[in-house]
């Protein structure tokens, strides 16, 4: 790979977390654009056919769609981090299409307008984690011994809970030894860490509090 590569990012999104950490995890060098959502430059409309980051930039080529650019990172740049078999890379391309209906079920816990909303969300939440847990062997990555894109996509999961941590104890990970393994060696893997600025939980707790939920009244 020898095309400039270009992150078109926000500072919040888990989608655009996942393809830092693919990117650190091929150790490629890259870099990053912010784009502020919520006043979308000319040139990011110009480029992104959904609206939507994260973008990568290759060249003179734009991809969109997180798994789609992780995809594409793996099959060009090493070590690959999909696994060899066929059957076992679709299995776990499935798994990311879950970890997105994880961050879908994450939107619905923090949007929640009241507390009959927020508990149905949190039961939903718990869930997904409890599917989970029912399919994770003995770690300490997704897959075993490897690191995979399955990782890449549950790094920005978690990382939601160590603010929701800071707001309440909602008892989602309760009675899920391996999901809570998981999560803590997630936490410490370098490109896990090194995918957001070092303001991403106070601007996620300002994000919240805007949201006017049931979560945002729970914020001291
Ligand atoms: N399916 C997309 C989802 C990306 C996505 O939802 N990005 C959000 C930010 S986290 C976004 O750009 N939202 C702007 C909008 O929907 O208008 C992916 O995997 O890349």
Redesign the pocket.
């Known amino acids: 790979m020898s095309a400039r590569l270009e992150l078109v990012s926000?500072k919040?999104?888990?989608?655009?977390q996942r393809a830092a950490i693919t990117l650190a995890e091929k150790g490629a060098p890259f870099e990053r654009s912010w784009v502020d959502?919520s006043n979308r430059p000319a040139w990011f409309t110009a480029i992104s056919p959904l609206?939507?980051?994260?973008l990568l930039k290759v060249g003179g080529e734009v991809l969109?769609?997180?798994?789609v650019i992780c995809d594409y990172l793996d099959e060009t740049i090493g070590p690959r981090l999909h696994p060899a078999d066929s059957l076992q890379r679709a299995r776990h391309r499935a798994w990311v299409e879950f970890g997105?209906s994880v961050l879908a079920a994450i939107g619905t816990f923090y949007n929640a307008p009241d507390a009959e909303a927020f508990d149905r969300a949190t039961g939903a939440l718990e869930g997904k984690f409890a599917t989970i847990e029912q399919v994770l062997g003995d770690g300490p990555w997704f897959g075993g011994a490897q690191f995979s894109l399955v990782d890449a996509a549950f790094g920005p999961v978690f990382r939601y809970f160590d603010v929701f941590d800071r707001i309440g104890q909602f008892g989602i990970f309760d009675g899920k030894p391996k999901v809570q393994a998981w999560r803590a060696e997630l936490a410490r893997r370098p490109s896990v860490a090194g995918a957001v600025t070092p303001e991403y939980q106070e601007l996620l707790l300002e994000f919240l509090r805007r949201r006017g939920s049931h979560l945002a009244a729970l914020i001291a």
């Open positions: 926000h919040l999104c888990p989608y655009v959502l609206g939507k980051v994260p969109f769609e997180s798994a997105s």
